[in-house]
């Protein structure tokens, strides 16, 4: 039996990862061979809390939405649930009951644990390196008037409706005559 076993796991080379979803801004998001989680590097430096400004003006918060994509009409603040999807949650883990002597991982000057080119993972696991300016669910949602519609229902939605016809008013009893009585 020999006296040294050979650790499975090197610490000064191994690089620790987060499962997080695919990016809607990532053209693999609607390819359905791709996976829908991603491996994202964890860093080892814990990034500054950002502070979310309240004191951002209706317009100022308004123009911040458009830039994230949320096209809602109201005075919720939907910026206060974005998060950074590269950003580390500090978790405090108990302390190990064994005292082992460790070195640090090799890091670079930011603080970042670099990913070894040794990894051999398919690049289909991680996130693309290009994302595209509009996410995927802005693309789907509908703009404009969609052209593939009846051009009699377009020419009814284009037309002004003119409230002082008289053609244009409901009897009286209009549901009595939809119903054939």
């Known amino acids: 039996m020999p006296k040294t076993k050979k650790k499975f796991i090197d610490r000064k080379k191994a690089v620790t990862f987060n499962l997080v979803h695919r990016s809607q ?53 939907y910026l206060q649930h974005l998060k950074d999807s590269r950003e580390v949650t500090l978790v405090v883990q108990p302390k190990p009951i064994h005292k082992r002597k460790e070195k640090s991982a090799a890091t670079t000057e930011d603080g970042t644990i670099p990913v070894t080119e040794a990894l051999n993972l398919p690049s289909s696991v991680f996130a693309s390196e290009v994302e595209e300016d509009v996410g995927l669910l802005n693309k789907a949602a509908p703009q404009g008037l969609c052209l593939d519609l009846d051009p009699e229902v377009v020419a009814a939605l284009d037309d002004d409706f003119d409230f002082d016809d008289p053609e244009n008013e409901l009897e009286d009893n209009f549901i009595d005559l939809a119903m054939g009585e």
């Not at 359905?32 to 991603?38: I, M, S, W």
């Not at 994202?40 to 400004?53: C, Y």
């Not at 309240?54 to 919720?76: A, H, M, N, S, V």
């Open 25 to 77: 801004r990532d053209p693999l998001a609607a390819d359905e061979t791709a996976p829908q989680r991603v491996l994202v590097p964890v860093s080892a430096n814990i990034p500054q809390k950002k502070e979310k400004d309240p004191d951002l003006t209706p317009e100022q918060r308004r123009e911040e939405q458009i830039k994230y994509g949320i096209y809602f009409d109201d005075d919720y603040n």
